[in-house]
């Protein structure tokens, strides 16, 4: 009957990207004082979105051609920042309202960048290395000078790595030489002026904000992550990582997925014997002592901590009310839809929302930044040790703004924009208000706004 009730209301769920963020970014504003409505407006749109085409040869002779984006959505704090995604479901609005999500997340870490994000309509599985070389080689040529180590610095996201980032150096240093051009993208190999702990840094800095949101004890008899049963979807850059740093701590990792399905375990799955399966097989299905499920089925396994660590709307309307988490750890980007927000919240299951907990991946990418201006290189432990201290000061805030709201200090700003605020703000509605702020207070003082 529950699910029957909740796939009815999955059909009327709008799950267009842009209309969900602005539906977040109206939850936040209803408590930010001060805001005034052309601000509102100003603060909802990119500031720049490139599209481009180009043709590639494949390496069968033919030609394909390819679309493109690159957005910058508000560049207050400095130059815009976000990762490129090479998929075939990346649309412009997609792209906007990950931007948007990069200008919150950055303000909220407190780093000098703005938001941006980029992608690549492309299927990485049909392409050969070459052919990816190629797109990525003609895609930065036709941006030039849409990005820049001080205008638009791009980072690896879903089905790109350390190698795609090598290429777009290499080929805008070509196009601008005699500069040093590292500082143009993060998240490059180690060789190449890339930081030590960039590639585990948003999975490990998920694991830093679960362990000291668990210490602040919301979560009845669940205080720590050792003994938690731990799901996640998606066993990439984020999920496998993070599957690793989960189990360092002591907990059970007890189903994992890919694109192809899952692998459940009660008595948990070692994160190295999935890693070594999925590199000699392509996927995580079909380990030996495991069940295979569905992605659908596995969200809905009873666990601890539920971590989706691939794709957009994977909590909706329709399996909210079959989330049996007591904590949802987004490290993927909006993986939570607005109307599953309310859903989890209505029944206790807190979520740490990508905002806060995946931003140790931009973190870090500022430390690249900061590292190449000064042609340094500084060691895993100063890197993890930074993050760390940053990820728990950032839990930290997050939760005491929230508490105001808990005991009466805090209420609503008396602006409905397009839903009534109701209760106390969860989790992500208190992170994109503090970063509102901040990025407003920053607008006003540069005078961008009269
Ligand atoms: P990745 O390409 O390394 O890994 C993605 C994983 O998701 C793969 O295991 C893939 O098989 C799996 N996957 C793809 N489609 C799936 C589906 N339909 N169901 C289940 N699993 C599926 O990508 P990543 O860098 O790990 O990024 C994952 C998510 O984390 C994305 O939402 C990305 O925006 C977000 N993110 C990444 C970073 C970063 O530093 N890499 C930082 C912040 C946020």
Not at 175 to 196: A, C, D
Not at 341 to 354: A, K, M, Y
Not at 379 to 405: G, I, P
Request: include cysteine; glycine fraction near 10%; aromatic fraction near 8%.
């Amino acid at each position: 009957m529950a699910s029957k009730r909740a796939a009815t209301t999955a059909v009327a769920e709008n799950l267009d990207p842009v209309f969900i963020s602005e539906q977040q970014f109206d939850r936040a504003a209803a408590y930010v004082r001060g805001l005034k409505q052309g601000l509102v407006e100003f603060l909802k749109k990119p500031k720049r979105v490139t599209t481009v085409n180009f043709p590639i040869e494949l390496d069968d002779g033919s030609v394909q051609s390819f679309r493109g984006y690159r957005v910058v959505h508000n560049r207050v704090f400095g130059p815009g920042k976000g990762g490129m995604r090479y998929h075939p479901d990346v649309t412009m609005e997609e792209v906007i309202a990950l931007a948007k999500l990069m200008t919150w997340k950055c303000a909220l870490v407190n780093i000098p960048f703005g938001g941006a994000k980029g992608g690549v309509v492309c299927d990485t599985k049909l392409l050969t290395a070459s052919e990816l070389r190629r797109i990525t080689r003609r895609f930065t040529s036709e941006l030039f000078d849409v990005i820049g180590p001080y205008k638009d610095i791009p980072a690896p996201d879903l089905y790109t790595d350390a190698q795609t980032m090598a290429w777009i150096y290499d080929t805008y240093d070509v196009l601008h030489p005699g500069y040093n051009n590292r500082p143009v993208v993060t998240g490059k190999p180690l060789e190449m002026g890339g930081s030590w702990g960039r590639s585990e840094a948003t999975g490990t800095g998920c694991v830093f904000a679960t362990q000291r949101f668990l210490s602040k004890a919301l979560i009845p008899d669940r205080q720590e992550i050792a003994g938690a049963r731990v799901v996640i979807q998606g066993f990439g850059d984020v999920g496998a990582v993070a599957a690793h740093a989960f189990c360092r701590e002591g907990a059970r990792i007890i189903a994992v997925s890919d694109s192809q399905g899952g692998i459940h375990n009660e008595g948990g799955l070692d994160p190295d014997d999935v890693a070594r399966f999925k590199a000699e097989h392509g996927t995580v299905v079909g380990m030996s002592n495991t069940l295979t499920i569905s992605n659908a089925e596995m969200l809905e396994l009873d666990c601890d901590i539920l971590m989706p660590a691939a794709l957009g709307n994977q909590i909706h309307a329709g399996n909210a009310h079959n989330i049996k988490a007591r904590l949802v750890v987004e490290g993927a980007n909006n993986p939570t839809t607005p109307q599953a927000d309310l859903i989890l919240r209505d029944r206790g299951i807190f979520v740490l929302p990508d905002i806060l907990v995946n931003a140790g991946g931009v973190t870090v990418s500022y430390y690249e930044w900061v590292q190449n201006q000064a042609n340094e290189q500084w060691n895993s432990e100063d890197v993890m040790a930074k993050l760390r201290e940053r990820m728990q000061s950032t839990v930290d805030a997050v939760f005491n703004r929230w508490q105001a709201f808990v005991v009466g200090e805090e209420k609503p700003a008396g602006r409905v924009l397009s839903e009534e605020p109701t209760g106390v703000p969860d989790f992500r509605t208190v992170s994109l208000l503090i970063a509102i702020e901040r990025v407003t207070r920053a607008t006003l003082m540069r005078g961008i706004w009269p």
